[in-house]
Nanobody, 128 residues
């Protein structure tokens, strides 16, 4: 089991930005596709974007397209999510998820079942 730990959540003003981190504690994440998901209050968990091999990434959700970026730091075994122009609808618990290989990111559609390894999540609240 890959241990993933998210950090960086908190309260953010509308229009502000966030930077979340996902740390791989017991596996080298360089061989894994890693995705960020979000679960808003009362809603299903949705995939936002993922990063595969060679830094190639995909956007799953139109709601964050153009506002969100995902990237890796292989030296730190971390994957980051940066998002700007935050709105109240961005409120939720943000999860990182990992799956061995590149298929989940390259060919998947951002469904929960495509990823087998999950972090505990970090809460982001967008409010003034």
């Amino acid at each position: 089991q890959v241990q993933l730990v998210e950090s960086g959540g908190g309260l953010v003003q509308p229009g502000g930005s966030l930077s979340l981190s996902c740390a791989g504690r017991n596996r080298d994440l360089s061989g894994y596709g890693v995705a960020w998901f979000r679960q808003a209050p009362g809603k299903e968990r949705e995939g936002l974007l993922c990063i595969g091999g060679g830094g190639v990434f995909r956007n799953y959700a139109d709601s964050v397209k153009g506002r969100a970026t995902i990237f890796r730091d292989r030296t730190k075994n971390m994957v980051y999510l940066q998002m700007n122009n935050l709105k109240a609808d961005d409120t939720g618990v943000y999860y990182c998820a990992a799956e061995l290989g590149w298929t989940a990111c390259a060919s998947g559609s951002g469904r929960i079942l495509e990823y087998h390894h999950w972090g505990q999540g970090t809460q982001v609240t967008v409010s003034s």
